[in-house]
């Protein structure tokens, strides 16, 4: 993790972690088995890393711990997408 730490710190990159649902149990939290993405997470929300993170989901990632924002697509089209990025002042 700190090696990828140290990278995201000089390097623009994106992340796309699709369809985190089955890694989620009841509540929104990582079940056992999938524990090791919460330091992940921690290093790519770090806010001196230069990296998007854009986590997709059917449910809800309401991990204790982890500073998420929430944002509700109407669909996946690239009109969502174009609205998303937008939204936030990156590029598309």
């Not at 009841?26 to 770090?46: K, P, T």
Request: aromatic share 6%.
């Amino acid at each position: 993790m700190g090696r990828l730490k140290r990278q995201l710190h000089n390097r623009r990159i994106g992340v796309l972690i699709d369809n985190l649902e089955p890694a989620l149990d009841q509540q929104g939290g990582l079940i056992a088995s999938h524990r090791n993405y919460v330091e992940l997470l921690r290093v790519l929300a770090d806010a001196r890393v230069q990296s998007v993170t854009l986590i997709t989901s059917r449910d809800r990632l309401c991990e204790p711990g982890l500073n998420v924002s929430h944002y509700r697509l109407p669909g996946l089209d690239q009109t969502a997408w174009q609205k998303f990025f937008s939204n936030r002042g990156l590029g598309f």
